[in-house]
């Protein structure tokens, strides 16, 4: 899939509908180092639409390319985060729905938002300001930290949907919170309480307030973006979410990738800043830095054919 090349000097410009993008501090009219993505129906509790879901995996492509960008804060309008699928307007999907298309051409929206989340290199934060269900949580499982309100309410309801889970959740999930718990709430589709020990340590942080949990995800965005390189952060992530299945295979992986690490600018960087005392400067990318071993998985081509023809016509099937 070939990635957009048009950044915008500000994201606060793009022309986006149904969520809105702002610097930190709001006031830059230029992309700073964080970047605030904030789900915006407003009257709707921001359900999950395909307009919605289009402009998440426009903007975390353009986060992925953009080296202003060093983290990013995902967070929703007013008192939820996120209510799931618009049911309102239905899936539209299914091969009697009105956008009928053959089965192995489907590619679920939720799933697509998330894999754009999960290949973006910069770490992403959730800061789950209110109540979270289907899509509305399982969006923020491939991002890097979760910080929540606690009473907000958490659920993986498909079970009472007729549906199943979407989004790779069936991959994320258990990896986050283990077997056990994962089974359970899917199994019951019930909603939980974003502090209920059922969730596990899925939620970084919790806080008690609702104004303080946007306040509290800015705070730890702001010390990812200022002390880490970006290069090791996307390489550690990697490393954990794409293992080689054995410790044995990892050492190997490990070694190779830590090796070339030793003379790259930023080990050189940050090494002398922390004897000079001093804050970091950073430079590195995936683009001009990345190791030799980088990607050491099989990149795997998710578009599919109706995607193929929507963006470039019917020449390229």
């Known amino acids: 899939m070939d990635a957009p090349k048009n950044i915008p000097d500000s994201y606060a410009s793009l022309p986006t509908k149904e969520i809105k993008l ?46 202003r960008v060093r983290c990013v804060v995902v967070t929703g309008h007013g008192n939820i985060f996120c209510a799931g699928a618009d049911l309102v307007r239905g899936f ?88 056990a718990r994962a089974m359970h709430v899917t199994t019951t589709g019930a909603t939980y309480k974003a502090d209920d020990k059922i969730w596990g340590p899925l939620f970084s942080e919790m806080c008690e307030r609702r104004e303080d949990v946007k306040r509290r995800a800015l705070e730890i965005a702001d010390e990812v973006a200022k002390n880490t390189s970006t290069v090791s952060t996307a390489l550690m992530r990697d490393l954990m979410w794409r293992d080689k299945g054995s410790a044995e295979e990892q050492h190997l992986l490990d070694s190779k990738i830590l090796y070339e690490l030793f003379s790259s600018n930023d080990n050189t960087e940050g090494v002398r800043s922390f004897m000079e005392k001093r804050p970091p400067k950073f430079t590195d990318t995936l683009e001009t830095s990345a190791p030799a071993a980088y990607p050491w998985w099989t990149p795997v081509e998710t578009i599919g054919a109706k995607t193929v023809e929507a963006r470039f016509g019917r020449s390229k099937l």
């Open 22 to 67: 702002s610097h930190h501090p709001e006031t830059s009219s230029t992309a700073t180092p964080v970047i605030v993505v904030t789900l915006y129906r407003p009257g709707k509790h921001n359900a999950f639409t395909p307009t919605m879901m289009e402009e998440l995996e426009h903007v975390f492509q353009l986060f992925d390319l953009d080296d």
């Open 92 to 179: 539209g999907g299914g091969k009697n729905g009105p956008n009928a298309e053959r089965v192995n051409d489907h590619r679920d929206g939720g799933g697509r938002v998330v894999l754009a989340i999960h290949r973006c290199r910069k770490p992403v934060i959730g800061a789950i300001q209110g109540s979270a269900v289907g899509i509305g949580i399982t969006m923020t499982l491939p991002m890097a930290i979760r910080v929540a309100y606690a009473p907000a309410k958490v659920g993986f309801v498909f079970s009472r949907r007729g549906l199943v889970m979407e989004a790779c959740s069936s991959y994320f999930l258990p990896r986050l919170i283990g077997f």
